[in-house]
């Protein structure tokens, strides 16, 4: 059993900033990527972040330049930091954990919500 907890959710004004905090326990014995994405009212999940075993990073236009993707391996953790907050940044944030076979989980969510 793998469990993934998030934390850092909240809500901010708009040019704030956020930290979002995952952290992977449980069976988890080794991991392939770790990810954000994010889901607003009426739209579809989508990618933010994403850094795998190798290092390679990537991110969302929309939030490139303003959001930071980090992680911790030896805590099983993976970080969002989140600058230049828009209203547009409102949605549930959840974390993406890919172990080494290439098994998918998931973590129950965090609102994150920008006021104008």
């Known amino acids: 059993q793998v469990q993934l907890v998030e934390s850092g959710g909240g809500l901010v004004q708009a040019g704030g900033s956020l930290r979002l905090s995952c952290a992977a326990s449980g069976s988890i014995f080794s991991i392939n990527a770790m990810a954000w994405y994010r889901q607003a009212p009426g739209k579809q999940r989508e990618l933010v972040a994403f850094i795998n075993i190798g290092d390679r990073i990537s991110y969302a236009d929309s939030v490139k330049g303003r959001f930071t993707i980090s992680r911790d391996l030896a805590k099983n953790t993976v970080y969002l930091q989140m600058s230049s907050l828009k209203p547009e940044d409102t949605a549930v944030y959840y974390c993406?954990?890919?172990?080494?076979?290439?098994?998918?989980?998931w973590g129950q969510g965090t609102q994150v919500t920008v006021s104008s």
């Open positions: 993406n954990v890919v172990d080494g076979s290439r098994r998918p989980y």
